[in-house]
């Protein structure tokens, strides 16, 4: 439709200069008509010859034909200066139905289809080939992997995770788990808005697995028992299961992931604590757990770890939501040091969760007073370690709130944040980009083969990345 409407602009600028320089047209019922003389003459001619020459024209009616048609005869007036003309008595283009023009389209008869020749893209260069399809799309890149054995391979090739690693992070994708599909994930990608739901062969079909942290395109599973560990490339399929704690604890845990460099090539690291003080840190190059030290007397127990809140990382320092008293727990997986921040919470401040943007400290919860109820986001002052107010949703999606128990669980927390918010009426899912401070709605999750939409259980955010390694 806006190629028809551009394409209509340009017929009336058409008409507008034959209004000045030529002789007017015979007018028809039709609105719009596309004029062209037969004879087209350089303009210094035109006006000496209008008196003795009497113009035949040709009418096309834009409405009759497809965009294409016209489009395709306007950039061939353009190019050659002047309008190409019709035969004298030619009838106006029939219309196409939309099967034939979609059959033309998809068997290439276009006019401007470009033939590759085999002699210049032959010799193509290997790293530059590679560099380019490093910048690919991840949905566009695994068509790609279906053309020949060549694309596909470049997954184990030893230069393409070079390239992949000097393309720009993008927006987060989110690994979700749905209420009636607990053993399978579904996967939104924001730039797309769609959802993807990928077959994970290698988790355990026999137990509940939950993710609860990422990093470097990796997510970290845990099961319900909180005692199995699982890492996993969502996109690749690549698993590793993670050897047996040493610390036999099975209480809840809250989880955080850090790599030791810019990807996963130089290994990562899992850190579980519990509530009593206890924790363990996993290294992915001696795959093993270890236990560098002991919980510093000035960290109050227990801990009292606010779980719905999953862990904050920022420049291999991992941060843990508390309360009594409110504020932060944070371990530096480079030194080891624990640390304890006091921070007071916001007033009527509900299912609170800790994000992060650019390594600032991000707060999202529910404000409720009253029977009004609004999802507020929070910056944390480094130099007052107090809370301030930085954005809210718009007014107008907090109506919907009003008077209803609405319950938040924040999905994502690394720059884009995905928030489900439900109650025994709605259930509404929306993204937040921190940075431009933009609200957007998610389409619903409704997985395959089924009509029923889905309540998002629990969820973690990870950077898509091909060449990540478990």
Same mark, same amino acid.
């Given at each position: ?57 040709c009418f096309l009616n834009v409405d009759d034909g497809s965009p294409d048609d016209y489009y395709s005869l306007i950039m061939a007036a353009g190019k050659s200066g002047s309008f190409k003309m019709l035969e ?202 270890? #236990? ?8 109050? !127990?227990? +801990? =009292? %770890?606010?779980? $719905? ?97 609405? #319950? ?8 884009? !944040?995905? +928030? =489900? %918010?439900?109650? $025994? ?46």
């Open positions: 439709m806006e190629g028809l409407a551009m394409l209509r602009q340009l017929i009336g600028q058409v008409q507008e200069l034959l209004e000045l320089y030529g002789s007017q047209p015979p007018i028809l019922p039709s609105p719009l008509h596309l004029l062209q003389p037969l004879h087209p003459l350089p303009l210094s001619q035109f006006h000496s010859q209008q008196q003795h020459q009497h113009h035949r024209w004298p008595c030619k009838p106006p283009l029939a219309k196409k139905s939309r099967k034939e023009r979609t059959r033309g389209k998809s068997s290439g008869t276009t006019n401007t289809a470009e033939i590759m020749e085999e002699q210049i893209w032959k010799d193509f260069p290997e790293d530059l080939f590679e560099a380019v399809i490093a910048r690919l799309p991840i949905a566009t890149f695994f068509r790609f992997r279906s053309v020949c054995r060549k694309w596909n391979s470049l997954l184990n090739s030893q230069s393409f995770p070079q390239h992949c690693a000097q393309v720009p992070q993008g927006n987060p994708w989110f690994y979700t788990i749905t209420h009636e599909n607990v053993n399978s994930g579904a996967i939104y990608d924001p730039s797309l808005k769609k959802w993807h739901y990928p077959t994970i062969s290698s988790l355990p079909n026999k137990m509940i697995i939950l993710p609860v942290a990422s990093a470097g395109g990796l997510v970290c599973f845990l099961d319900i028992g909180h005692r199995y560990f699982y890492v996993c490339n969502p996109l690749t399929q690549s698993f590793k299961e993670l050897p047996a704690r040493s610390v036999k604890v099975w209480s809840r845990v809250a989880v955080g992931m850090t790599l030791n460099g810019n990807s996963t090539c130089g290994g990562y690291k899992i850190l579980w604590v519990g509530c009593d003080g206890e924790f363990e840190v996993y290294d992915s190059l001696k795959n093993s757990w270890t #236990r560098p030290g002991n919980m510093p007397l000035s960290i109050k !127990l227990p +801990l =009292s %770890l606010n779980f $719905r809140s999953q862990a904050v990382s920022i420049d291999g320092t991992l941060y843990f939501m508390r309360s009594d008293p409110e504020g932060i727990v944070s371990y530096d997986m480079l030194n080891g040091v624990w640390r304890q921040d006091i921070i007071p919470a916001p007033l009527h401040l509900t299912d609170q969760t800790l994000a992060e943007c650019g390594g600032r400290i991000m707060l999202v919860g529910l404000l409720t007073k009253n029977a009004a109820t609004c999802v507020c986001i929070w910056e944390l002052q480094k130099m007052t370690l107090l809370w301030k107010e930085v954005d809210r949703m718009p007014n107008i999606w907090c109506l919907e709130f009003y008077g209803k128990h609405v #319950r938040m669980t924040c999905l994502g927390n690394k720059g884009l !944040l995905m +928030l =489900s %918010l439900r109650s $025994r009426q709605m259930n509404r899912l929306v993204t937040y980009n921190v940075s431009n401070r933009e609200w957007l709605k998610v389409p619903g999750c409704v997985v395959p083969r089924g009509r029923k939409r889905q309540w998002i259980a629990c969820g973690t955010a990870f950077h898509p990345c091909l060449t990540a390694i478990a």
